[in-house]
């Protein structure tokens, strides 16, 4: 059973530059799980902010962006923002049928 | 703008049945790829199901597999989630969403979701 892995929390000071990582328990991450990321905050729906690796959604700032770092898929978030404080998960393709969240990153903007 | 709106939810038996249906609008639904995904109480999303535009493909997770069926209504706009033989771990939060641009690979819409307790 394949896992997803991101960092549980993370935190970053106002204005600060940070990076989210999504990685596999066994494998490497690569543009061919078409790594996507999503944002959520308490009781509300999630948000999609990149798909294909680094594609932006419509309206999401470029503040945010996606990369591969080593063999993890990244979302860099620049400048941050009070309102940047959220559940951040990845999604991995892996193979037709199968797709993995990973578990989220909760971050605090402080 | 787009609205996904899911409906049918609620308090279940273990063992019994249950329906979901999310309506459409604002997107191409008849040309849309369309996902479920649910999300158990303090825990992360897990990806349901997913349908082709044209209902030519259907893939499961494998925890629904034999138990969910995914489906489609592509002239009333509407999207389906048929749940038997409901368990406790199904308790969770549904959200239907749009494929996104890569057939099946990610998601571009959420809707607000629903919410399925499955108690005795």
């Known amino acids: 059973q394949t896992v997803v892995t991101q960092e549980p929390s993370f935190s970053v000071s106002p204005g600060g530059t940070v990076t989210l990582t999504c990685g596999l328990d066994?494998?490497?991450?690569?543009?061919?799980?078409?790594p996507s990321w999503y944002r959520q905050t308490p009781g509300q729906a999630p948000r999609t902010l990149i798909y294909?690796?680094?594609t932006r959604s419509s309206g999401v700032p470029d503040r945010f962006s996606g990369s591969i770092v080593g063999n993890r898929a990244a979302l860099i978030i620049t400048g941050a923002q009070a309102d940047d404080e959220s559940d951040y998960y990845c999604l991995l393709y892996m193979s037709p049928g199968i797709l993995l969240f990973g578990g989220g990153t909760r971050l605090t903007v402080l | 703008q787009v609205q996904l709106v899911e409906s049918g939810g609620g308090v279940v038996q273990p063992g019994r049945s249950l329906t979901l249906s999310c309506a459409a609008s604002g997107i191409s639904f008849p040309t849309s790829g369309m996902h479920w995904v649910r999300q158990s109480p303090g825990k992360g999303p897990e990806w349901v199901a997913v349908i082709w535009h044209d209902k030519t493909k259907k893939y499961y997770a494998d925890s629904v597999k034999g138990r969910f069926t995914i489906s489609r209504d592509n002239s009333e706009n509407t999207l389906y989630l048929q749940m038997n033989s409901l368990r406790v771990e199904d308790t969770a939060v549904y959200y239907c969403a749009k494929d996104g641009p890569n057939w099946g690979r990610d998601l571009a819409y959420w809707g607000q979701g629903i919410l399925v307790a499955v108690s005795s």
């Open positions: 066994s494998g490497s991450v690569s543009t061919n799980n078409y």
């Open positions: 294909s690796t680094n």
